[in-house]
Structures are given as C-alpha cells and as structure tokens.
C-alpha cells in the first residue's frame, strides 16, 4: 500500500512540475509576442490549455511568473563571496563568483528567454532593477567583512553599489548585443577591471593609519613608494 501511495504521490508532483512549465512557456511566448501589459491572466491560462483558477494555484500575479525559473537558480551572494579565499579582495571574489553564477544561470535557453521578457517591457524593467538592487546590501555586508569594517563603512557602500551598477550594465549589454554565453567571461573582465582601477586605493580602515599625502603616494597595488 505504502507504494502504491508514494506513486501516486510521485505521480500528482510531477503533474503539477509539468503544469507549472506549461503555464510558464506560454506566458513567455504570449509576453514576447503581445507584450506584457496586453497580455491577461485569462490569455495565459487558454494558452497553457488550463483555467485561471488553476493559474492562481500556481501563481499569484502574471508578474510572479517573469523570473520564476531564474529564482528557482538563485543563490544568496553573500555566503558565496563569504566562501572565497581569504587573500583575495571584495571585488575579485566578486568578481569570481559573479563569474560562475552567470555562466550557469544564462546557459539555461528560457532564463535567457526571461530576461529578455523583462528587459523588454518598461514596468518589467523596473521592477527588475529594484529587486537587482535589493542585492546591494548583501554586497555591503560581504565586501565590509572583507575589509574587516562594518556595514555602515563609506568603502563597502560605495564598492557595493558600483558593483551592482557594473554588473547589470553587462547583463543589458550582452542581452541587447546578443545572447552568445561565451561573450560573458571577457565582459564581466573588463567591467571589474574598471572597477579595480577606481577602487585600487581601498584599504581597510585598520590599515588607513597613515597620513592623507602618504596615502597618496602608494602605489596601485599598495607597495610601499621607493625612498
């Protein structure tokens, strides 16, 4: 009895797995073909071949289903910057793990599929850029902890928000430019290469003892100036 039971349970889970796709497929086929704001509830749920009942037990909203399979990929960013090598600085373990989760989040065809969606439409696009930034105080408390300061440090604020610029500013670019995942990797170079250069003179403050015009005379990877 115990497997016919667990069969069926096996059975009803991945039937609801396969209605969810379905429900997601097609409002992605319907936002890139009418647009997001034209497209309904009731259009989305004739398209899966399921009733809008059954859409809101899935999904609350047509926007909850935008970015469904890209939060399903998601993991937190701060525990993975937290996991990097301790010599290396916030922005190369940044740098890093950025690296490896947009490598794998956008070799998947219909989370590529979903940013261009949302990229697309205005509202979308907001939204998408708040939640993106939404992110920005886990970058704080990740970089303030490798430069041994608090969240509250100048240095990690400013390093955190130019970061989370810098990195949708390459996702924007390389869906606008085409999506092939091998332009990634020299993309995300360049942009932290940038970022190093403007930040080549951030210390922690426990390091920060000398004068402003010593500070001045370090070189960009903090050696001492030759007497």
Do not use: C
């Amino acid at each position: 009895m115990k497997k016919v039971v667990d069969a069926a349970s096996g059975l009803r889970e991945r039937k609801k797995a396969r209605t969810r796709e379905a429900i997601i497929d097609a409002a992605l086929e319907l936002f890139a073909r009418k647009g997001f704001d034209a497209t309904t509830i009731e259009d989305i749920a004739a398209a899966a071949d399921v009733s809008p009942r059954t859409f809101f037990r899935y999904f609350d909203s047509k926007v909850d289903l935008v970015m469904a399979r890209n939060e399903a990929h998601g993991d937190k960013i701060g525990p993975l910057i937290a996991a990097r090598p301790a010599s290396e600085g916030p922005l190369e373990a940044l740098r890093q793990v950025m690296q490896q989760m947009l490598l794998e989040l956008l070799a998947d065809p219909s989370v590529v599929r979903e940013f261009q969606v949302m990229m697309s439409a205005p509202t979308l696009r907001k939204m998408a850029r708040e939640h993106f930034y939404e992110e920005e105080a886990e970058l704080v408390s990740a970089f303030a902890a490798r430069l041994g300061t608090d969240d509250a440090d100048l240095t990690a604020n400013v390093m955190a928000a130019a970061a989370a610029s810098a990195m949708w500013t390459v996702i924007e670019r390389w869906l606008a430019d085409g999506t092939e995942v091998e332009r990634l990797p020299p993309m995300i170079d360049e942009a932290f290469a940038l970022l190093e250069q403007g930040f080549s003179e951030a210390r922690p403050p426990a390091r920060r003892g000398a004068s402003a015009g010593h500070a001045r005379t370090r070189s960009p990877r903090g050696r001492q100036p030759q007497p």
